[in-house]
């Protein structure tokens, strides 16, 4: 059923309250304070003018975002924790781990004898799975933060699946990021369940596209605007065929290119632009802030969460992300987008062999790798515990990933 208008528990708009340094005092304390790591530096005469809360689904959050990351890179254990800290926290919902009565992980097995069938076997796996890790999440946080879900346009079935989920998970799920394509039905989709819809893209040309053809029905339900970054951020890059892989751009002209034509559109400042990739220290983006040339900004990490012992990746996969040396990270035509994705060459008992992350070149000097997903991952030089010891490190010095040719 189509609203007329919003209700006031949707949608994003600015707190009154100005938190300043006061967001240590959340779960994440030490992650933020290691993003903010120098912006107190003896010496320092600009201090890092501090975030403020912002108010997401009618409760006061933190403008960080969990980057979603598949296939079941980012699930409960992650984002119910990046909740429960005051942020908002993304289960992937691409292909996640759903369980049994005794919480055991259900092995996907496809067992029907046509490809039709097998498909809808998919289909059931990716729903259900979805449904369980975003019900644990929500538990996790407890009423603290908000649950996103991060869906890929062009996986099998992502349509479907996106109605399931939702029809399931009523008012569990504050909103729906979505990228890897052009999801030009994902406003139609969210605004039918009463759900913020957040697209994934990386020119504002991608967003007039998007905007002009469907997303100006449903504009009530439009949360925020991804940009992601297709030097800084990883997986399915937007690059189009007039960008140049190997000269990156600055990010902060394409972003205020993003918000001259959401202004243009009559869309205001307090809906934010999220940053995508790159996103590492907070005081390093203190001139986004505040900015009214931008708007309303929010930050995405997709690296650090990787890292902590929430983080349902291998520990194997950890120690490989903090040894990534030049050469490693390429650049492919391989996304199903038609857009570059990026990869990684990795070695193992002397063979070499693809790895399912993905990396894309960064001016700042920092490796970032991701798992099939648009969100950027950084490659620090040691594992840490848990998201209450985070600790800023420098990257491994990479300067970019190398286009195959």
């Excluded at 596209?209 to 992601?228: D, G, P, Q, S, T």
Aim: glycine share 10%; aromatic share 8%; proline share 7%.
């Amino acid at each position: 059923m189509r609203r007329s208008a919003p209700p006031p528990s949707s949608g994003w708009s600015p707190s009154p309250f100005r938190g300043g340094m006061q967001y240590i005092r959340f779960r994440l304390k030490a992650f933020y304070r290691s993003a903010l790591e120098g912006a107190l530096a003896p010496g320092r005469t600009n201090l890092f003018k501090g975030l403020k809360p912002i108010v997401y689904g009618g409760r006061e959050v933190w403008p960080l975002i969990e980057g979603g990351k598949g296939v079941s890179a980012t699930n409960h254990a992650s984002s119910g924790a990046w909740a429960a800290a005051g942020g908002i926290g993304t289960v992937s919902a691409v292909n996640a781990d759903s369980y049994d009565a005794e919480g055991r992980i259900i092995p996907q097995v496809y067992e029907a004898l046509t490809r039709r069938d097998r498909h809808e076997e998919l289909i059931k796996y990716a729903i259900d799975g979805a449904v369980a890790q975003v019900q644990r999440a929500y538990d996790m946080a407890s009423g603290k933060g908000a649950i996103n879900i991060n869906v890929l346009w062009e996986m099998g079935g992502a349509q479907r699946v996106l109605h399931g989920v939702l029809e399931r998970t009523k008012g569990l799920v504050t909103g729906v990021t979505c990228g890897a394509g052009m999801p030009y039905k994902l406003s139609e989709i969210a605004a039918s369940y009463g759900v913020n819809y957040l697209p994934i893209i990386s020119s504002a040309r991608a967003f007039s596209a998007l905007w002009k053809r469907a997303y100006h029905k449903a504009a009530e339900w439009l949360a925020a605007v991804v940009y992601e970054d297709p030097w800084l951020a990883g997986g399915h890059n937007g690059l189009s065929n007039a960008e140049d892989p190997r000269k990156p751009q600055d990010p902060y002209p394409r972003v205020k290119a993003l918000r001259d034509t959401m202004r243009e559109q009559g869309l205001a400042d307090h809906v934010p632009i999220v940053m995508a990739g790159g996103v590492w220290r907070l005081d390093e983006w203190d001139h986004w802030i505040d900015n009214p040339e931008l708007g309303q900004i929010v930050f995405q990490f997709g690296t650090r969460p990787l890292l902590t012992q929430e983080s349902p990746i291998p520990p194997e996969w950890k120690a490989r992300l903090l040894t990534l040396e030049e050469g490693d990270v390429l650049l492919h035509r391989f996304s199903p987008t038609g857009f570059y994705s990026s990869g990684c060459a990795t070695r193992s008992s002397g063979t070499s062999k693809r790895a399912a992350i993905a990396r894309s070149p960064t001016p700042r000097s920092r490796s970032a790798i991701t798992i099939s997903s648009s969100t950027s991952v950084s490659a620090p030089r040691r594992i840490i515990g848990s998201p209450r010891a985070i600790c800023s490190m420098p990257a491994n010095g990479m300067r970019g990933a190398t286009p195959a040719r």
